[in-house]
């Protein structure tokens, strides 16, 4: 039998689309499970594999994904948490980035696919330092409390906290911020510039113009 007799046939991602894994906003790629249901997101959470986008709950469309990116925008460009990041990828339900309302998670790739719809491009996309060192820290003390973005949302960001259901976690959560504040910005520094420099840092500065 030839080696061309032997290849197996590729099967494209899109032949994988079905109620369960609908299109992708962006691409059009199936979408597929990441996170399940948890307090604060208005659904379980799946995500792209071929641009990277993140979606909370249904699918939704192109326009609605756009909306949800042009909320981000910041003077002449957009600045938002990277899906593609490190840090989403280390943390997993305890991502800083699953903030209550996030409806769409995106990534330079997701936003590239999606600002074409509109005859855009992505001009420059860059590390936002002090962002993504925060989001990493976060990060990492979500992995110690019962509650999500707890330290954030006390240090003036209460809309992106998710706060534990019983009181007596939410006292121990706080004491868990204090204590373990310090040590967990000694591993989020260098975590997050050896993220910067492999391109998966945790915030992302996007310029855009049009074509």
């Known amino acids: 039998m030839s080696s061309a007799q032997k290849q197996k046939p590729v099967v494209p991602l899109e032949a994988g689309i079905s109620p369960e ?20 997101l208005a659904g379980p959470v799946s995500r792209c594999e071929s641009c990277g986008l993140g979606v909370v709950g249904a699918a939704g469309g192109v326009e609605e994904a756009l909306s949800g990116l042009d909320r981000h925008a910041e003077g002449e460009g957009i600045s938002l948490p990277n899906r593609g990041g490190f840090s989403a990828w280390i943390g ?21 696919r999606l600002v074409a719809h509109r005859d855009q491009i992505v001009k420059r996309a860059r590390w936002q330092p002090g962002r993504g060192i925060v989001a990493m820290w976060q990060t990492i003390l979500n992995g110690f409390t ?9 240090l003036g960001r209460p809309e992106a906290a998710v706060v534990a259901e019983k009181p007596w ?20 520094l260098p975590l997050e510039l050896a993220s910067a420099a492999l391109r998966r840092g945790g915030a992302l500065r996007i310029e855009l113009e049009l074509l």
């Open 169 to 188: 976690q939410r006292r121990l959560d706080a004491v868990i911020c204090v204590v373990v504040a310090i040590p967990a910005m000694l591993m989020a």
């Open 21 to 40: 894994n609908p299109p992708c906003p962006a691409c059009g790629e199936p979408l597929f499970g990441w996170i399940d249901q948890r307090p604060g």
């Open 92 to 112: 997993g339900a305890g991502w800083a980035g699953l903030e209550p309302g996030a409806r769409f998670l995106y990534t330079t790739e997701s936003t590239r």
């Open 146 to 154: 019962f509650g999500r973005n707890v330290a954030g949302g006390a």
